[in-house]
């Protein structure tokens, strides 16, 4: 946290974002074009506070963001544990080869027994020697992406949980190579003796640097010799902690500052199943995330089939996340789950003993995180290597719950236990996947009826959506329940996506009093597995890179500012537009017959028809999925394995028309996806019935790929029946008819806002921050009005700004931060914006 001091003075910081390298001082424009925005500031007035937990960042384990990624771990699949349950392509042996050396021989066989190491670690490797007179067999690991990184200089890790049959011991030989197969290190020998579960390490010492390293675990001698936990660690991790974080990634984090760290998930939290992974159970490897299977000895800790399609160690568990929260001084909001389930499965939980385990886990989280090293669960805190208390002081109830009512009955469970055993804490509930809609206006209306303190809200949208919401939170209730806007991203990794969230950032700050936190997600992502984009940081298996965003970002989180300067702006803005275009028709995961599609004007004029009874030459594929036909009078999509198989026709060119036809599903997941006012395959509005495995109903916006819920609601299509479906547009009014009723109705008519601003002053340095984007390809001559304030003639300015369509690569990171100084700067002077920047202004006070 920082440490606040009196106000010393007044100083306003032009930060402005640039590709140019180190640049000369810039001059405030003494007479130049006539401003066409003005920023008009109050310094004499104080704003709303911001919260030192302002913006913090979001980890999930997806993008194989942990195991792969910030969890140091070089080894994959180490203790044998992969399964096909947990991705397809998976085994046991899975980035393991089994490996032979000067004549020796063996099997190697992942197995399942009673000579496990652990009930929770349930699968190891046997090595059974099959030539006792010569030479070695063994197992050799590739690591994560190309392999094991290494570098010259450097000392690693390696231990093995190891047990053997062989009455003179099993002698290991530990190398590393890379693939030509030459030595990155010299070779450790490792003596193994006796037949029960015994922890070996070794250093190795790196003489070579190898992005390609791969390490090999080789036997010499007779019998049978069992391996798990086969480990490869770097001594040099953040912070030198013992099974730690990766130091170049958890340093990049460090950097943003972050308030808070919002874990584990996301759709880990509240997916899957509930139970245990227990022999009661059946040992269930789809499992919600549950603190207790990821705390005490890495040996003993669960497995897990990660919702995003591959496996998850917990080797990076709860200890270690509050552990790096606390290293990068950082409050820790933990997400436990509310049995119900999201992230598309949208099921209840009815188990009432399981619901109260549940509740009594999170009490126990309570108590592992803050409890007395007397305590049953702050004694394992203590015993893992911090006797101290960490700083919880929040927990959030679930993810992203799509069943308001089932969600907001066990949340209050949940609430009322917490509150009563530990009132200190904030219990944070939260408003579904999306921005809007009905699962949103819902859970909004139960938080703000139970006098819930903190909502976490969620939203993916474009970054239209993110330049015409900067006034999103003016009209929240200032009396209700603040915000924790938990996950938010512009769909895309350019920096015109950062520029849109960019300005959208300048709303949270202008309205501190309603938004709490805020974090942008995904973190993370292993560039050779892709589960989400856009994401913050990417990395291979030894180098990471920022992302425009994290630029963006990072300039915000840095200079966040302990209060808000009022201040009016003037200057142009782009009002909304009519619904014009072409008509489309599309599927998702599902067969559907679509007939009678017809367009006419409100007096009747017929503006598109089709029959199919000439087949289907109108119409255009644009997702170039699926598998189109006509038959028996309608046009028919029979691929119930395609998603998204949009095809258009028409151009309507006037705002006022209504769109009719039928459909009907054939089989399948979903129901039927119904377009208007496309442009092209990434630009649409289509009104998705059935949508979410056949559960709700929406309108989704897409703007250049990236799309946003308008309206929602509960929603089942059945199959076999023909429903009539009616899209009245009417300028930028849309009203839906589900068989003549009215299903629902929206306006988008939004105004797009490019040029945004905010000005927050830090009690710290005596800094006032005056924060501008210009998100447009012109640059915006803009006056600057600090009132009667004596200010120094020169400001210090860092520019980021460039191409709108540049991103930051593996091969390349063009879009950087630069600083310079800008002189002629009085009380009230003009500036000139670059186009596709972000500006912050500091002046010092006479």
Known sequence: MRRRRPLLGLLVTVLVASTAGPAAPSRADPAGPAPEYTITADPTTQGVPIRDTMYGVFFEDINYAADGGLYAELVRNRSFEFLPVDNQSFTGMTAWTPTTEDGGAGTATPVDDGHRLHDRNRTHLRLTLGNPDAGRFGVTNSGFNRGIAVEAGRRYDFSVWARTDAAAGTRLTVALRDTDGRNLAVATRVAVRGDTWTKYTATLTAHRTSDAGRLSVLAAGTGTVRLDMVSLFPRDTFRARPNGMRRDLAEKVAALKPGFVRFPGGCLVNTGSMYGYDAASNWPRARSYQWKDTVGP????????????????????????????????????????????????????????????????????????????????????ASMGHPEPFRLTHVAVGNEENLPDEFFANFQRFRAAIEAAHPEIVVVSNSGPASSGGTFDRLWQLNRDAGVELVDEHYYNSPAWFLQNNTRYDSYDRAGPKVFLGEYASRDAK???????????????????????????????????????????????????????????????????????????????????????????STWATSATYSD??????????????????????????????????????????????????????????????????????????????????????????????????????????????????????????????????????????????????????????????????????????????????????????????????????????????????????????????????????????????????????????
């Open 495 to 585: 920096l015109f996506n950062s520029l849109a969230e960019a300005a959208f950032m300048t709303g949270l700050e202008r309205n501190a009093d309603v938004v709490e936190m805020a974090s942008y997600a995904p973190l993370l992502a292993n560039v050779d597995h892709v589960q989400w984009r856009p994401d913050l940081i990417w990395f291979d298996n030894d180098e990471s890179w920022g992302t425009t965003s994290y630029q963006v970002q990072k300039l915000f989180m840095t200079n966040v500012g302990d209060r808000t300067v009022p201040t009016l702006a003037t200057g142009p803005t782009l009002g909304p537009q009519d619904i014009t275009g072409s008509i489309g028709l």
């Open 597 to 846: 599609v017809r367009v006419t004007a409100p007096d009747g004029t017929v503006l598109f028809r089709d029959d199919f009874s000439a087949g289907a030459g109108q119409w255009t594929p644009l997702a170039h999925r699926g598998t189109w036909s006509v038959s028996g009078g309608g046009y028919t999509q029979s691929d119930t394995a395609a998603l998204d198989t949009l095809v258009k026709a028409g151009n309507i060119t006037t705002g006022d028309y209504d769109l009719s036809l039928k459909a009907k599903k054939n089989a399948g997941a979903e129901g039927f996806l119904i377009g208007f006012g496309v442009k092209d395959a990434g630009t649409y509005y289509w009104w998705n019935l059935g949508g979410w495995n056949n559960t709700l109903g929406a309108v989704e916006k897409a703007t250049n790929g990236a799309k946003e819920t308008l309206i929602s609601r509960a929603n089942q299509v059945t199959t076999g029946t023909t429903y009539d479906i009616t899209v009245k547009v009417r300028g930028n009014r849309v009203t839906l008819l589900l068989d003549g009723e009215v299903w629902g109705e929206f306006t988008d008519d939004r105004v797009t806002r490019p040029f945004a601003h905010v000005v927050t002053t830090d009690e710290a340095t005596g800094d006032v921050i005056v924060k501008v984007v210009n998100a447009q390809e012109k640059a915006a001559v803009t006056r600057i009005d600090l009132g009667d304030l004596a200010v120094e003639p020169t400001a210090r300015m860092t520019v980021i700004s460039g191409d709108p369509g540049e991103q930051n690569t593996r091969s390349a990171e063009p879009v950087q931060p630069v600083t310079t100084s800008l002189d002629g700067v009085t009380s009230s002077f003009t500036h000139t914006f670059e186009p596709y920047s972000v500006t912050f202004i500091r002046i010092g006070t006479r």
């Open 298 to 381: 890495v040996e003993t800790r669960a497995t897990n089939a990660n919702f995003w399609g591959y496996n998850q160690s917990y080797g990076l568990g709860y200890y270690e996340y509050f552990q790096f929260a606390e290293d990068i001084g950082a409050m820790p909001l933990p997400v436990v789950p509310a049995l119900v389930t999201g992230c598309g499965q949208n099921r209840a939980t009815v188990d009432e003993a399981l619901l109260r385990r549940h509740i009594q886990d999170t009490l126990d989280l309570i108590e592992f995180a803050t409890g007395p090293v007397t305590s049953t669960w702050g004694g394992l805190r």
